[in-house]
């Protein structure tokens, strides 16, 4: 059926109203859009470079800590975020003292003007270092708690790979197959019979080891 001209023309004036925000203002809240943090959802403001640098950083911390749970992942985010802010404060401190600095000056002038600047901004200087006393000791607690939390999951995960091993060895040695899903295990067949192959090696390097040490004796 063919489109009428009057159709066209409202089509026409819907795709220039749907081009976007046309005000600064509606601009200025369709560029917050890509500003939202992936993880937690939370809008920062940050230059684009700046953004880059942070989120590059943030991402290898919080790989690095390897977090398997939602609670565990929230925690590495505290930890990246808290060592973001400390090498600010790293980097604030520096440039208070670049500020204070006159170009093509020898060493000694350079440090009677580094004293200059410390006692210049020496309220400043001692609010830095308050925050990053109170960054440490969040960015530490956060640390022990997620590796208590880590260690946990990963002693209550061997526990329970233990027992699947035996289920597992338990049915096989029944002639029965071993449905892990069903026995409410997480793990595979695949890893399951790998966790008990790796036991038998070790078994056996053991028995080996110690046929060695007697023949020594």
């Known amino acids: 059926m063919p489109v009428s001209e009057k159709q066209l023309e409202a089509n026409r004036r819907n795709a220039q109203r749907s ?10 809240r369709s560029s917050l859009n890509n500003l939202r943090h992936g993880l937690t959802g939370q809008i920062t403001v940050l230059p684009e470079e700046d953004r880059e640098a942070h989120d590059a950083f943030c991402d290898r911390l919080i790989s690095g800590f390897q977090p398997e749970t939602p609670i565990e992942e929230q925690l590495a985010h505290f930890i990246a975020e808290d060592a973001w802010r400390l ?13 204070g600095r006159s170009r093509h000056h ?6 009677l003007e580094d004293a200059q600047s410390f006692l210049d901004h ?3 200087l001692n609010l830095l270092s308050l925050y990053e006393q109170r ?26 790979m233990k027992e699947a091993k035996l ?12 449905d892990p899903v ?3 295990f997480e793990f595979s067949n695949a890893e399951i019979n790998r966790a008990i192959d790796r036991d038998n090696r070790m078994n056996e390097a053991h028995r080996a080891a110690n046929v060695h040490l007697a023949a020594a004796a």
Do not use: D, W, Y
């Open 135 to 160: 960054i440490h000791r969040n960015m530490q607690r956060n640390l022990n708690q997620l590796r208590e939390l880590q260690k946990e999951r990963e002693a209550e995960s061997r526990h329970r």
């Open 19 to 28: 081009t976007g925000p046309r005000t600064a203002e509606g601009k200025a």
């Open 122 to 124: 020496a309220r400043e």
């Open 182 to 184: 069903e026995n409410g």
């Open 106 to 111: 020898g060493e000694i002038r350079n440090a």
């Open 87 to 99: 090498n600010r404060i790293a980097a604030i401190e520096n440039n208070i003292f670049a500020l």
């Open 167 to 178: 289920l597992a060895q338990q049915s096989l040695a029944n002639g029965v197959a071993f």
